[in-house]
């Protein structure tokens, strides 16, 4: 008799969200997280006495079925949304604000292109209609097309009718923007190039891929699936920090009766005659289960935990070519007063609730992208700033008056460098500098208010988060990598090549971002199959 | 009252004439009607220098397909393809593995020498490319009846046109595995992250990508330039019937074959009888009014070989179409990205890494010596620039068909890339750049080859601009339109409009612009053939 039913590898967010089905169905399910508390990159973490956001920073993404079916409110998670989505200074001190109402985010826009503005609401409602879609297509498992079965026919007859409910104009364009270039999306709609780079900013983020590069049409259209993100995106703070959704979602699953053990760090994954017998922890330790659930990334899970012998040099081979190539540091500030950005002049405090973008320009990011192709961190990295104090004053709790805590995705900062790494001295400190530098120059005084800051390199993800490459996403997102074939063709059902072992993450489709939507898939998969054998 | 015929076709180009040749032998009367002196649109063999003569615009054939070499008999007709023995891609002096001075990278078609040579380079190389090989041809194999068929439109509720795509699924089904997991990774990603799974040499890679690139405004390391890459290995399977080289007396040689071969089958051609406008009466078309004469061609249907921007947009009265077809029109990418240097010379190129006139200039030879100066020359042209370092495909056409150039004498081609089209404000318009251009591309070329200019007798520089002004290809793009994922398949020109039909009855398109793009294949022709043949039946029946 093995020691359990299922043993889930990591204790990220949707690590935590398979281990809470699987246990709610009765499954008696052990969940072993490395470090010394669970949630991975969604984690509230101190810095100089104040509680930041450490690497996520929203939660908007997260499907509101699990939400429910788990029930997170009961378990303490409450979610904030500010009426700005999106504020975008331009160094010409104008900004581009996109807000939850579209009426207002038109009549600004109206200052910019009376075009602009007219076109939003259409372009707002396309994005949703094939938000929907995609929502649609990511709560589904890819279709068997080895052996397809009754479900999968099903499956597709369901998806065929969402698609043809799209509309004949819809179910065209979303074919043909799919694989298309974001810069060339926007650039259908609107003239102004503030506005195209605010949007088109969603489809580069944390890619790596700039505007120009096909295929981040999509990545824009499913950030926006199953949730109100619409064409301005999301922007949804959870009180607490993203670490008080990682609290919420294990609380649930403990109270399902999942065991989540800290500090247990899985060093294989055994298995006998290409079936998987369950973990062993470094420590030496030995469980066994029938089942094993990695919430790692695929690259790690196979090329690092796996046994070799058991994959086979091909399977070993396609793993190791899935591309993993990082591109984002995150970058924690805490300042001693809020930054005035000179776009901003007056009301600050409403509009630096949501996020706040320095992308002026598609041709900025692209070159910004440039300079990552060849192995450089850029000069001018594009970024994306929340004070989410602002919302949730409970992060600065006992600080000085006027502490705010900035939190900066800093993009493009490529995890390979040319001639070096990001140990090398001052790499990462001078990376700071610049993204500190930036800010400055839209906020002047900026740099003056900053108290303390942690640069987190995408070496570091790697290092401390066990994130392959530094990729937050486990891999990138793009076509290659992407619905049937993510991780890669013939395990893009929750199914990796052993039997009995699963992956129920952001490796796995629809992919990365706190979604949750993976874990849940995967759980399905993971009950279909036990109750089959049972 | 005019003669009244059949079929009228719009643009004397390669696939114009394949589709003519292929109504004719179905027993149409029909008329293709040219607006240059010559036959062959960018197929074209030209005097342009005395004694010279030059494949203007297009310059190698790979891809014409065999079935209609076969059933227009081309040879008969005087095609005759020479072939092209290999790729030699010059280094720098300090560049490779050889020691002291500059290396070069050398494939030929001899495999076990090849082999040998990337051994040389890095021997890990050599073993994948092997693996690398076989695995393309696989992969060739399998796509090539996709070129033959009629893109389905997955919106539309008639199930009969997604059969096809049926018979595709399974036969994708029965791929192992790891074929079908390749087959994804063509369609979707950069032909330098496709490469970097098999290959260490950076030559080699930048060498091989470069056939992901040629006429797309796209760089080595953009999504969606893998799929080309096979390309090259749809010539290998055809290899029996020759369709890889370069056609004898120029790529006009090609054209004048289909056109002997249409007027043999009782098709008239008609040169410098350029098309003003598509009569069309009642939503159906009726024919064509020439331009200058006003002279007015009647006909049952009409084909246009030329691109769908200048097929509606410039040769439909305006407000024949609906505006948001119009719209797709207007969105369909051309965005041409690439020029053509001919060059008369007095001598060969010497190049430092191989001096001689060697067996090593009778093939392509690919100025290409990393993925970075690739990337480079494309990051150029995403801001409107023409590369200062750009990537160039030579040919000497004159070492295999002599005839080309008076003895001792030779005809140098050069595919150039990036020219963009559109060129950043400062740089004002082509008319400005064009010599500056020719300079870059020499200069390039002296980085390899230290003495070129000095041999150059002539030089002419085809910009994107030169390319639209002749041709009338909509800003210079070789392939009638973009070939990235969104314009590829049922998407092209337009979703829902994939399938040769246009919304004017009896208006049909049968150039590049349609599935499955450009290249001098001939499968759009005669497909759209097919089509309306097809349809001509229905109708009868």
């Keep these: ?534 | 009252m005019a003669e009244r015929y059949d079929a009228v076709i719009i643009g004397g180009g390669h696939n114009g004439l394949v589709s003519a040749a292929y109504l004719a032998r179905a027993g149409m009367k029909t008329l293709v009607l040219e607006q240059r002196h010559v036959l062959g649109g960018a197929a074209v063999t030209e005097e342009l220098f005395p004694g010279f003569r030059f494949s203007v615009f297009s310059y190698v054939v790979s891809l014409l397909r065999p079935e209609i070499i076969r059933e227009l008999q081309l040879p008969r007709h005087g095609l005759d393809i020479l072939p092209l023995d290999g790729t030699f891609t010059p280094l720098r002096t300090g560049e490779g593995p050889k020691a002291g001075g500059g290396d070069y990278l050398w494939r030929v078609n001899d495999h076990g020498r090849t082999i040998r040579e990337l051994r040389r380079w890095w021997p890990a190389d050599a073993e994948a490319y092997e693996e690398y090989g076989q695995l393309m041809v696989e992969m060739a194999r399998f796509i090539k009846p996709i070129l033959g068929i009629t893109p389905p439109d997955l919106t539309s509720l008639d199930p009969r046109p997604l059969l096809p795509l049926g018979g595709l699924l399974r036969s994708f089904q029965q791929l192992p595995e790891r074929q079908q997991a390749v087959f994804v990774q063509l369609m979707t990603m950069s032909a330098a992250d496709f490469l970097d799974q098999w290959f260490e040499t950076d030559p080699l890679k930048a060498t091989m990508s470069a056939s992901g690139i040629i006429g797309t405004y796209l760089g080595v390391r953009s999504p969606g330039t893998a799929y080309v890459l096979l390309h090259h290995y749809m010539g290998e399977i055809d290899g029996a019937f020759r369709a890889w080289g370069i056609p004898k007396g120029g790529t006009g040689g090609i054209s004048n074959a289909i056109g002997s071969a249409a007027r043999s089958l009782g098709a008239e051609i008609r040169t410098e009888a350029p098309v003003e406008r598509i009569l069309v009466n009642a939503g159906r078309a009726t024919g064509v009014a020439l331009a200058g004469s006003g002279e007015e061609i009647r006909a049952d249907v009409v084909l246009s070989s030329v691109d769908a921007r200048r097929t509606f947009l410039g040769l439909l009265e305006p407000g024949t179409l609906d505006g948001e077809f119009e719209e797709e029109i207007r969105r369909f990418k051309f965005r041409g990205s690439s020029g053509k240097v001919n060059l008369a010379v007095d001598r060969l190129p010497l190049f430092t890494s191989l001096p001689g006139a060697g067996e090593h200039l009778r093939g392509a030879i690919s100025f290409s010596p990393s993925i970075d100066e690739m990337e480079q020359a494309y990051d150029d042209a995403k801001y409107g620039h023409f590369s200062k370092k750009p990537y160039i495909d030579m040919i000497i056409p004159t070492l295999v068909d002599p005839t080309m150039a008076p003895p001792g004498k030779h005809v140098v081609s050069c595919f150039v890339q990036y020219a963009p089209y559109h060129l950043a404000p400062e740089l004002g318009t082509w008319d400005d750049q064009r010599e500056a251009f020719g300079d870059a591309v020499v200069n390039r070329i002296s980085e390899f080859a230290p003495r070129f200019a000095d041999s150059i007798l002539f030089r002419n520089v085809q910009t994107p601009l030169d390319i639209e002004r002749t041709t009338g290809l909509t800003e210079g793009n070789i392939f009638q339109g973009e070939l990235t994922l969104e314009q590829l398949f049922f998407n092209r020109p337009a979703p829902g409009h994939a399938r040769f039909r246009t919304p004017v009855r009896d208006l049909w398109l049968c150039g590049s612009s349609t599935h499955p793009g450009g290249g001098i294949m001939g499968a759009n022709g005669r497909i759209a053939a097919l089509e309306v043949l097809r349809s001509r039946r229905r109708r009868a029946a």
């Design chain 1, 1 to 534: 008799m093995a020691d359990l039913d299922v043993i889930v590898v990591g204790g990220g967010h949707n690590a935590l969200v398979t281990a809470a089905y699987l246990a709610k169905a009765g499954r008696r399910t052990l969940v072993l997280e490395r470090r010394d508390h669970v949630g991975g990159a969604a984690e509230t973490a101190e810095l100089d006495g104040v509680r930041v956001p450490r690497l996520a920073d929203t939660v908007g993404r997260i499907r509101p079925s699990v939400v429910k079916d788990l029930d997170l409110r009961s378990h303490g998670l409450r979610l904030a949304a500010p009426d700005v989505r999106v504020f975008a200074p331009q160094p010409d001190g104008r900004a581009i604000t996109l807000w939850s109402e579209q009426a207002r985010t038109v009549a600004g826009l109206r200052d910019w292109s009376g075009h602009d503005a007219d076109s939003y609401p259409d372009f707002d409602r396309l994005v949703r209609s094939l938000g929907r879609f995609l929502a649609e297509l990511a709560a589904e498992t890819p279709p068997d097309i080895k052996a397809p079965g009754i479900g999968d026919a099903l499956t597709g007859l369901k998806l065929g009718r969402t698609f043809r409910g799209l509309g004949k104009h819809d179910s065209h364009t979303i074919l043909r923007v799919l694989p298309m270039a974001v810069a060339d999306f926007v650039a259908e709609a609107f003239e102004t190039d503030a506005l195209r780079a605010a949007i088109a900013w969603r489809g580069v983020r944390s890619s790596f891929l700039g505007p120009w590069s096909a295929g981040s049409t999509a990545i824009l259209l499913a950030d926006g699936a199953g949730n109100d993100g619409g064409a301005a995106g999301q922007t949804v703070f959870a009180i607490g920090g993203p670490g008080a959704l990682s609290e919420a979602l294990a609380s649930a699953a403990r109270k399902a009766g999942a065991e989540i053990r800290c500090g247990a760090d899985v060093a294989a994954i055994t298995s006998l005659d290409n079936r998987v017998t369950g973990v062993a922890l470094a420590s030496g330790e030995e469980l066994t289960a029938p089942v094993v659930v990695s919430g790692l990334d695929p690259k790690r899970t196979l090329v690092g935990l796996a046994d070799p012998v058991t994959i086979g040099p091909s399977m070993r081979w396609r793993a190791a070519n899935y591309r993993t190539p990082g591109v984002v540091a995150k970058v924690n500030l805490v300042v001693d007063r809020l930054p005035r950005f000179t776009a901003a002049a007056g009301d600050d405090d409403q509009l630096l609730r949501g996020r706040i973008l320095a992308a002026p320009g598609i041709d900025a990011i692209e070159r910004a992208f440039d300079t990552a192709k060849y192995g450089r961190a850029s000069d001018t990295p594009v970024l994306e700033a929340t004070i989410p104090s602002l919302v949730d004053p409970s992060l600065v709790d006992g600080a000085p008056e006027g502490t705010h805590v900035v939190s900066v995705s800093a993009q493009y900062a490529p995890y390979t460098l040319r001639g070096g790494t990001w140990d090398d001295g001052g790499r990462a400190d001078a990376f700071g500098d610049q993204v500190v530098a930036v800010l400055d120059g839209l906020a002047p005084g900026f740099a003056s208010s900053v108290r303390a800051r942690e640069v987190i390199t995408p070496l570091d993800l790697e290092r401390d988060y066990g994130l392959s490459g530094g990729h937050p996403l486990h891999g990138e997102q793009a076509l290659d990598q992407f619905f049937l074939w993510r991780p890669f063709l013939g395990s893009g059902r929750y199914r990796l090549p052993i039997d009995g072992l699963y992956l129920c993450a952001s490796g796995a489709h629809p992919g990365g971002g706190i979604t949750g939507q993976p874990g849940q898939n995967a759980a399905r998969e993971i009950l279909a199959d036990t109750k089959r054998r049972r």
